[in-house]
């Protein structure tokens, strides 16, 4: 037997709109509750509410009816704290005139989408920032660069040796990038360095675009957050070089046929060890041939420091010619490089087979021999004793070293040279 159909109570009624208030009392724990209940379909979806006596519920109703009948009952009733949201963000919004609630809503949820789990829209937001704040570095050219960074460190005093040397390297890179600088990626970088030179030379040329760089970023032309690309060039691998050194008798065949004007630097490189580089910026004046030592000053040495270097008595004799000379000790070659070719040219016309920094390593060798001091050695030559040992002693006796420092004007003879040679 089918149970008989609850009948409304009421029912409100506004223009087109019709809702229904029954009583649905409510049975707990043994007690009857009143309550009455109302109905509608909003928005295709069926709604019910309640209330506690007839009055709440037909005053919800008529709310309804209301919202129904004027078109608005797609919408519904907020809750305190959705009015408390929606009043902050109106208010945020008022920085914004031309934008509205849903349309930021929707922007935020297409941005949301297309980053996934990749992380928060603040850090993407931050990412670009950073990269249209990148965008706004000014430009310039590798070779302008060059221009202002050689101006620049002229202006510090630094050595005229050390300027030439640098500027020359750079402008090698600047004529292979005619390019901003910022746009210069490190493995474009690495893969010139290959082709302009090897092991030593690379680390070099590497060492001089690095400072080159950060002098970039020190005046604003590359960012300042991050490593610039001359930071990101690993260094070449160098091979150890074999130790090779000359014997008196080649020692004696090439100062015997050197010009005279190479032949102070080629004495004071056989009998000093000086750095190729120390001897081509050598002025007559660090020589104290009365003093019997020779000054390298701080900006000289590869170390930065200065240091005394003894004049010993093969040595003095070799100079005793040059008293009161002034300038360069070296022929007037405007680099290292120049200079160092010529040296290889007049050892390979002395009949010798020139040798990779053999003349410093020579010394050395022959010199811990005469002294049997590594301490004293190093300290000469501007380097440790630890170095001494794995980069430039070689083992010779001390009768080697005696001919070594016995090869002086008056040795060599005609008839001392052949023996030498034979």
Same mark, same amino acid.
Request: charged content about 25%; overall charge positive; aromatic content about 10%.
């Given at each position: 037997?089918?149970?008989?159909?609850? %009948?409304?109570?009421?029912?409100?009624?506004?223009?087109?709109?019709?809702?229904?208030?029954?009583?649905?009392?409510?049975?707990? @724990?043994? %007690?009857?509750?009143?309550?009455?209940?109302?109905?509608?379909?909003?928005?295709?979806?069926?709604?019910?509410? $309640?209330?506690?006596?007839?009055?709440?519920?037909?005053?919800?109703?008529?709310?309804?009816?209301?919202?129904?009948?004027?078109?608005?009952?797609?919408?519904?009733?907020?809750?305190?704290?959705?009015?408390?949201?929606?009043?902050?963000?109106?208010?945020?919004?008022?920085?914004? +005139?031309?934008?509205?609630?849903?349309?930021?809503?929707?922007?935020?949820?297409?941005?949301?989408?297309?980053?996934?789990?990749? @992380? /928060?829209?603040?850090?993407?937001?931050?990412?670009?920032?950073?990269?249209?704040?990148?965008?706004?570095?000014?430009?310039?050219?590798?070779?302008?660069?060059?221009?202002?960074?050689? %101006?620049?460190?002229?202006?510090?005093?630094?050595?005229?040796? #050390?300027?030439?040397?640098?500027?020359?390297?750079?402008?090698?890179?600047?004529?292979?990038?005619?390019?901003?600088?910022?746009?210069?990626? +490190?493995?474009?970088?690495?893969?010139?360095?290959?082709?302009?030179?090897?092991?030593?030379?690379?680390?070099?040329?590497?060492?001089?675009?690095?400072?080159?760089?950060?002098?970039?970023?020190?005046?604003?032309?590359?960012?300042?957050?991050?490593?610039?690309?001359?930071?990101?060039?690993?260094?070449?691998?160098?091979? +150890?070089? %074999?130790?090779?050194? #000359?014997?008196?008798?080649?020692? =004696?065949?090439?100062?015997?046929?050197?010009?005279?004007?190479?032949?102070?630097?080629? =004495?004071?490189?056989?009998?000093?060890?000086? /750095?190729?580089?120390?001897?081509?910026?050598?002025?007559?004046?660090?020589?104290?041939?009365?003093?019997?030592?020779?000054?390298?000053?701080?900006?000289?040495?590869?170390? =930065?420091? /200065?240091?005394?270097?003894?004049?010993?008595?093969?040595?003095?004799?070799?100079?005793?010619?040059?008293?009161?000379?002034?300038?360069?000790?070296?022929?007037?070659?405007?680099?290292?490089?120049?200079?160092?070719?010529?040296?290889?040219?007049?050892?390979?016309?002395?009949?010798?087979?020139?040798?990779?920094?053999?003349?410093?390593?020579?010394?050395?060798?022959? $010199?811990?021999?005469?002294?049997?001091?590594? &301490?004293?050695?190093?300290?000469?030559? @501007?380097?440790? +004793? /630890?170095?001494?040992?794995?980069?430039?002693?070689?083992?010779?006796?001390?009768? &080697?070293?005696?001919?070594?420092?016995?090869?002086?004007?008056?040795?060599?003879?005609?008839?001392?040279?052949?023996?030498?040679?034979?």
């Amino acid at each position: 037997m089918r149970k008989p159909k609850n %009948k409304p109570v009421e029912v409100v009624k506004l223009k087109n709109q019709s809702i229904p208030v029954y009583y649905t009392p409510e049975t707990k @724990g043994g %007690k009857l509750y009143k309550s009455w209940t109302y109905s509608y379909t909003e928005a295709g979806r069926r709604v019910r509410r $309640r209330a506690s006596s007839l009055e709440g519920a037909l005053t919800g109703a008529r709310g309804a009816a209301e919202q129904l009948a004027e078109g608005t009952g797609h919408l519904r009733t907020l809750t305190p704290d959705e009015i408390a949201d929606f009043i902050a963000a109106e208010r945020i919004l008022r920085k914004y +005139p031309n934008m509205r609630l849903a349309g930021v809503v929707s922007e935020w949820e297409q941005a949301m989408d297309r980053l996934g789990e990749r @992380g /928060r829209l603040m850090d993407a937001v931050a990412s670009f920032v950073k990269s249209t704040d990148k965008a706004k570095i000014p430009e310039i050219s590798v070779s302008e660069l060059v221009g202002k960074f050689i %101006k620049a460190k002229t202006a510090e005093g630094l050595s005229v040796y #050390y300027l030439s040397d640098i500027e020359r390297r750079l402008k090698r890179f600047a004529d292979a990038f005619r390019v901003n600088v910022s746009t210069i990626l +490190p493995e474009e970088i690495k893969l010139w360095l290959a082709s302009a030179g090897s092991g030593r030379n690379a680390n070099n040329l590497r060492a001089s675009i690095a400072t080159l760089f950060s002098y970039a970023r020190e005046c604003g032309y590359l960012s300042r957050e991050t490593k610039h690309a001359g930071e990101l060039v690993k260094r070449v691998k160098e091979k +150890p070089a %074999k130790i090779g050194i #000359y014997t008196p008798e080649e020692l =004696a065949k090439i100062l015997n046929s050197a010009p005279a004007r190479f032949l102070p630097a080629f =004495a004071i490189a056989a009998f000093t060890g000086l /750095r190729s580089t120390e001897i081509f910026r050598l002025d007559w004046s660090m020589v104290k041939l009365e003093r019997g030592h020779i000054v390298i000053e701080a900006e000289d040495a590869k170390t =930065a420091s /200065r240091r005394i270097v003894p004049i010993v008595p093969a040595l003095a004799e070799w100079l005793s010619s040059y008293k009161g000379w002034t300038g360069r000790v070296t022929p007037e070659y405007l680099n290292l490089d120049n200079l160092t070719r010529k040296f290889t040219a007049v050892v390979k016309a002395a009949g010798v087979k020139p040798k990779q920094n053999a003349f410093r390593h020579s010394f050395a060798s022959y $010199r811990l021999a005469e002294v049997k001091s590594a &301490d004293q050695v190093a300290l000469e030559m @501007g380097n440790s +004793p /630890r170095k001494l040992f794995t980069n430039y002693r070689e083992l010779v006796t001390e009768e &080697d070293a005696a001919a070594w420092f016995a090869v002086t004007p008056s040795s060599l003879d005609a008839e001392k040279v052949v023996s030498f040679a034979a």
